[in-house]
């Protein structure tokens, strides 16, 4: 059977010495792997299991349940969250109602960064909405997510150096591998006939699609928040609001 990977996750109530030990030891006897293991906000140790054999992790389940000492939180196939987890020692923040969207502040850009450069490893069609007020490093952490993701970056508008609005693009540029950013400001606001044709056969390529500025890019245009797979929120700090009037008229201003 092919090795298969696994999301532990424990709560410990009573942190004794040698706690961890017996555990390891315990999934050394069943030959599970431990691929990474790091304390996950507080109390709380979260490790990267590997097996090929499933019946192991579902009777490592039923011993672990009779220690007192942890509650067992979660054991399962690991998804992104949990590798990043384990990965940076804290959850992303989760809204619990859309379960599409994720929160980050400015001093988790690693986090972020991180958690880009996995999306965008994937193929295929995807679109992702990134929100935050302007100069809190949204185009930024683009940049650096596509470059752990070794992928190429295209600017199809921009307000990172100056306006951007393209018309056209080369070859290079539009090949389908390529991370394509676009402002929903600058795409709608100071949008033409040229750009906006762009802009349709970009979003129609099965291709990485990132647009800052979701909410104005549904306002302004044909697009609905079902074509977004993924929202980002991007603050300065977790209680600022994300108000697009407060700079939308800066960028008819400079028109």
């Not at 690991?78 to 400015?106: C, E, N």
């Not at 199809?156 to 402002?183: G, P």
Request: hydrophobic share 35%; charged share 30%.
């Amino acid at each position: 059977m092919e090795a298969k990977q696994w999301y532990m996750e424990y709560k410990i109530h009573k942190n004794r010495p040698g706690l961890l030990g017996d555990i390891a030891s315990l999934l050394g006897m069943l030959e599970v792997n431990i691929l990474t293991i790091n304390g996950v906000e507080g109390k709380t140790r979260g490790m990267l299991l590997e097996t090929n054999d499933d019946e192991k992790i579902q009777l490592m389940g039923a011993m672990l349940k009779k220690v007192d000492s942890i509650t067992v939180s979660a054991l399962r196939t690991p998804k992104l969250v949990d590798i990043l987890a384990v990965r940076h020692g804290r959850y992303i923040d989760r809204d619990s109602d859309d379960r599409k969207t994720f929160r980050f502040t400015r001093d988790e850009l690693g986090l972020l960064v991180d958690f880009l450069g996995e999306i965008f490893k994937k193929e295929g069609n995807q679109v992702i909405g990134l929100r935050g007020m302007p100069r809190v490093g949204k185009t930024e952490s683009i940049i650096a997510g596509s470059v752990c993701a070794m992928k190429r970056w295209t600017f199809v508008s921009s307000t990172l150096l100056r306006q951007t609005v393209r018309s056209q693009l080369s070859e290079d540029e539009m090949n389908r591998n390529n991370v394509f950013i676009i402002d929903g400001i600058v795409s709608t606001i100071r949008s033409n006939e040229r750009h906006y044709n762009l802009l349709q056969d970009i979003m129609s390529m099965p291709s990485t699609k990132v647009i800052e500025h979701p909410d104005v890019f549904v306002q302004e245009s044909e697009y609905t928040y079902d074509h977004f797979d993924i929202i980002i929120e991007l603050r300065n700090n977790p209680n600022e609001e994300i108000i697009y009037d407060t700079f939308t008229s800066t960028y008819n201003d400079d028109l």
